[in-house]
């Protein structure tokens, strides 16, 4: 027999489908921004998939929340480290 629930990754790439107009709307400018967040989205899918909530997009939105944060902090500890060294340097003279 064969399934009959669709797996998350395949609800996944409907509701990216169901979004294409909203994409096809979007300025140039931001289409590569939109396609990260979507990377992200995918880049949880497992999760997503463990999780499978009734409704894909809120696994979709933690997923793209988490990457950003998860960029955020590692924005964070570089600029630590960076302001570290600039005052370890003017320290030093």
Do not use: C, I, K
Not at 18 to 40: G, P, Q, S
């Amino acid at each position: 027999m064969g399934r009959t629930t669709p797996t998350y990754r395949d609800r996944l790439r409907a509701t990216r489908d169901e979004w294409a107009d909203f994409e096809r709307a979007l300025r140039r400018r931001d289409r590569d921004a939109y396609e990260a967040l979507w990377e992200h989205a995918h880049g949880y899918a497992d999760a997503g998939g463990f999780q499978n909530p009734p409704d894909a997009m809120e696994a979709v939105l933690l997923s793209m929340l988490l990457a950003q944060e998860r960029e955020r902090q590692e924005l964070d500890e570089r600029l630590d480290a960076l302001e570290t060294h600039l005052n370890d340097e003017h320290g030093a003279e």
